[in-house]
């Protein structure tokens, strides 16, 4: 298994360690895996609810296959979130609350989960 793979998942609550929404949490709404083609790496991203927003200007022109009205609605500035690569959150623990780090454990069974490294619990 990867060292590297996405260990934030839908669903999570992150804290923003970086950038403009330092110190923010907020709930993951996608997680994006990571692209290893070596013309664009890129480690994996998440979009946060309500964090990292970002204004798109939309031009109606550039919408192509839209009714007429969709057009309109979707013209104009559009706030959105935009992708924060998983390296500048860290997971809210669900147990102990705290912004920590995952690591992966194992089962009796082989199974394998998240786990938080301040309480050492399971995270899923
Ligand atoms: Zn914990």
Known sequence: MS???TRI???DV???MAGKDVGKEGKV?????PDPSPKKKRPSRVVVEGLNIMIKHVRPKAQQNVTPAAQQQQSGRVEM?????T?????ICPNCGQ???VGIGS??????????????????
């Open 99 to 101: 912004p920590t780090r």
């Open 81 to 85: 979130e935009a992708p924060i690569y």
């Open 107 to 124: 089962s009796a069974t082989g199974e394998r989960f998240r786990a938080c490294k301040k309480c050492d619990k399971q995270i899923d």
């Open 87 to 91: 390296s500048k959150v860290m997971l």
């Open 3 to 5: 060292q590297t793979g």
């Open 9 to 11: 998942r839908r669903g």
């Open 29 to 33: 709404l996608r997680a994006i895996a």
């Open 14 to 16: 992150v804290r923003i």
